[in-house]
């Protein structure tokens, strides 16, 4: 399978239409499941200090690619949907160092404030 990655920039009406054309060889119900998607891709490329790319898969689906526009090796969240488009499930491949007692607690640390994030984010119904 091959992808395509672009890179997302410009006002919001810009970033809108260049995922209308990006998202435009996708089945109807794909480019219906992604809305909410490229909705997320806009309001994430609104943040200066994010490079967000729309990812798309021999033009049968799409992700989003995240990563800080100041630290470009740092590995980047990937942003994939449900079938339905209703939810978003985010992916971070972050490799941590655990060599020694001091990288085991900044490891410890690092995934307890992570799970804190996503406990005081959660949607609530």
């Not at 091959?2 to 990006?22: I, P």
Request: proline residues 3%.
């Amino acid at each position: 399978m091959t992808a395509r990655r672009d890179l997302l920039s410009g006002s919001s009406d810009e970033v809108s239409a260049r995922l209308e054309e990006l998202s435009r060889e996708l089945s109807q119900s794909e480019h219906a499941a992604g809305t909410r998607l490229r909705l997320l891709a806009v309001e994430l490329a609104k943040r200066p200090n994010l490079r967000v790319s729309m990812v798309t898969y021999d033009s049968e689906s799409q992700e989003l690619e995240v990563r800080f526009t100041d630290d470009p090796h740092c590995e980047p969240i990937i942003i994939d949907r449900d079938a339905g488009g209703e939810n978003c499930q985010i992916t971070w491949d972050r490799w941590l160092s655990i060599s020694n007692s001091r990288d085991i607690g900044t490891a410890a640390d690092m995934v307890a404030s992570v799970l804190n994030t996503c406990a005081r984010f959660v949607a609530r119904p």
